[in-house]
């Protein structure tokens, strides 16, 4: 079809010529011309489609349904142009643009409830939660009179703002039904799924899109929903490659507010293999956000880059980690604030800060159930049962953590079931129930195998090492901890890299190797002190207190003794820092207060089995009897053995035997 007007102001004339072919034969079946004015043009396209239906044969519309559809359409020209201004913008990302263009339609036109739905997603686009909430209400509430798929849509975009995922689903599937052509539909749809944790429904969604749509083949949008997709799915491969032709597809045609989607996707591919490459892609999409002026991507920069630089560089970290908390709370999104506060309490916990962790976990559960985000849920019920098993090793806490297991395998989120795994495995093991420990270490390990996750399956290989350790398979523990301390060099993981360093300083010290445990606790305390993880650096350094203790070096131990102090001073955690507290209360023997030392580490024993913790408990006892034997006192370091002997067989702690040997 074809149109000419005339270029003056005012109201000109319009000629529309449209022509219907058989695109197989060419053969025109039904062609017609038009004319009117301007401000005709709404009512001009009413008319031509009535004629063209009847032309083609189709079934002609009763009242009711022409009544509908004049209701559907915008009042006006430019109320019309603004609307489809906007439309074009949300399919380019472009949402603030969208916005103004629906907000000056709106104005025109304040019963036309299409724009306000329209609205609504421009501002869930931009991250303003309770706008788009109002906008979806204000469309549902003036929406009758409209067509059934409009109202639909209406009724969809106002389930979506109330993260209501279920009804949102529901309304879209039946939309799809009526408008089975209609490839935006599906991707909605496909963005809902994902959001209500149904992974495997959104590829069978995309999987109809594509092969009913082959013109969309070549549509960055499309692309990136794959993306999303195959990130929901755990398909790190899948997730690059459609991250990389969204981004060729968007840069192509110079928009802006679609590469930043794809190289903020492109950067979380890339951080835990290349940093450069990844702060590279971050920086961009920051740019192109700004361009755009999508606050809510900018936040969700400074989020990914925060995660980006935790490992190395802590305070930078927690100053972008700020700045998007501070961006998701001026908008008032409510999924970025959990994202952000997710990551800040990570940041607590590795810094010693239990409480402030607790408080920053307990915010994210209580948004993501409010939300509806099973991901989230799972993340924040792990995290609590991991701040809760500081306190005590509870049938609670093994609960918590099955329950965030069970919502992990109910949207195949494998990765993070394996962290909960082998998180759980980390409980048995601290109760001394050490067969079920191996079993479900086994099974986070098999999680992780599932979608080839080699970075996070070397933390669960870590912690099998730990069990191995307990059981008294040293050769195996020792080459664990070698394992996860190489794969965490390549991947600049400080927190793992200085864990392996203090294990394996563990065992040199388990076999009588004073001198050649410190190296490996100075590693350790470098790598706490880059990362900013206080607890670490307190362990890491009342160890080598302990090394210089044994071979004689007061000055060292003193040192270091201080230094460890120092540290705890700082921490409110408990279990995490149990082995920094009976290092220092065993160093206290050394220094000549040997009953102190004794009542010490007797209440850390009795302290640690109230918490449900044998192992510590045992550790506890094994410097109790130290210090009673460099005191002399041979028949209380005896009774203290005899007691520790008969615990850690009952129990299968084989590495507390083999270092209790007769006295």
């Not at 920053?360 to 609590?384: C, F, K, P, S, Y």
Request: aromatic share 6%.
């Amino acid at each position: 079809g074809s149109y000419l007007t005339s270029a003056r102001s005012g109201n000109p004339p319009v000629r529309l010529d449209f022509a219907v072919q058989d695109a197989r034969s060419g053969t025109t079946i039904a062609s017609l011309t038009r004319s009117g004015s301007i401000a005709e043009l709404p009512a001009l396209i009413a008319v031509v489609g009535s004629d063209l239906r009847r032309r083609l044969g189709a079934k002609a519309q009763n009242s009711e349904e022409l009544h509908h559809l004049a209701n559907a359409r915008p009042p006006t020209v430019d109320v019309m142009r603004r609307v489809g201004f906007a439309l074009d913008a949300l399919h380019h990302y472009e949402a603030a643009h969208a916005r103004d263009e629906l907000l000056q339609a709106i104005a025109q036109a304040p019963d036309y409830a299409p724009a306000y739905a329209y609205l609504s997603k421009a501002w869930a686009a931009l991250g303003y939660r309770e706008k788009a909430l109002a906008a979806a209400n204000q469309a549902a509430a003036i929406s009758t009179g409209l067509p059934a798929s409009t109202r639909l849509q209406i009724e969809a975009q106002d389930f979506e703002a109330r993260y209501d995922w279920r009804h949102a689903i529901e309304t879209l599937r039946k939309l799809a039904t009526l408008e089975q052509n209609d490839p935006e539909v599906r991707l909605e749809l496909i963005d809902v799924l994902l959001s209500a944790g149904k992974p495997n429904d959104a590829q069978a969604v995309l999987d109809t899109l594509q092969v009913q749509n082959e013109a969309i083949s070549g549509d960055a949008r499309v692309e990136l929903t794959a993306g999303r997709v195959a990130n929901a799915q755990e398909d790190v491969g899948a997730k690059q490659a459609h991250a990389e032709q969204a981004l060729a597809l968007a840069r192509a045609r110079d928009n802006p507010g679609l590469a930043a989607d794809s190289e903020v996707m492109l950067g979380t591919v890339f951080e835990s293999s290349d940093v450069k490459k990844a702060h590279d892609m971050f920086s961009r999409a920051l740019m192109d956000y700004a361009a755009v002026k999508n606050p809510r991507g900018e936040a969700s920069v400074h989020l990914a880059m925060g995660n980006l630089l935790s490992r190395a560089q802590p305070k930078l970290a927690r100053a972008e980690y700020e700045e998007s908390l501070a961006k998701f709370q001026a908008i008032g999104d409510r999924d970025g604030i959990a994202s952000a506060y997710s990551d800040l309490g990570s940041m607590l916990w590795a810094a010693g800060d239990r409480d402030g962790a607790e408080a920053a976990v307990r915010n994210v559960l209580e948004i993501r159930r409010e939300t509806g985000d099973i991901a989230g849920q799972a993340w924040a019920l792990a995290a609590l049962a991991v701040g809760e098993s500081d306190e005590r090793a509870s049938n609670e806490v093994i609960a918590a953590f099955r329950q965030a297991a069970a919502l992990d395998a109910s949207i195949g989120a494998h990765s993070h079931r394996g962290f909960t795994l082998y998180s759980l495995s980390d409980i048995f093991r601290l109760r001394g129930e050490l067969e079920e420990a191996r079993n479900a270490c086994a099974e986070a390990q098999a999680e992780y195998a599932k979608v080839n996750d080699p970075a996070n399956k070397s933390s669960a290989d870590f912690e099998c090492a730990l069990i191995a350790l307990d059981r008294g398979d040293v050769a195996a523990a020792e080459a664990g901890a070698r394992h996860a301390r190489d794969a965490a060099v390549r991947r600049g993981d400080t927190m793992t890299i200085a864990n392996a360093n203090v294990t394996l300083g563990q065992i040199k010290i388990g076999l009588g190797g004073w001198s050649d445990a410190v190296p490996l606790f100075d590693a350790a305390g470098r790598e706490y002190a880059q990362g900013e993880l206080t607890t670490g650096q307190a362990v890491a350094a009342s160890f080598t207190a302990l090394c210089a203790a044994a071979v004689g070096n007061a000055r060292a131990r003193d040192a270091a003794l201080a230094h460890t102090i120092a540290l705890r001073s700082r921490i409110n955690e408990r279990q995490e820092v149990i082995q920094a507290d009976i290092n220092i209360a065993e160093l206290r023997g050394e220094n000549g207060e040997s009953e102190q030392a004794v009542s010490a580490l007797q209440a850390l024993a009795e302290d640690a089995r109230k918490r449900d913790w044998p192992g510590w408990a045992m550790e506890a006892e094994l410097a109790q009897m130290r210090v009673l034997l460099r005191s002399g006192d041979h028949a209380r370091a005896e009774a203290i053995r005899a007691r520790i002997i008969a615990e850690a067989r009952q129990k299968g702690f084989a590495w507390v035997l083999q270092r209790a040997p007769p006295l």
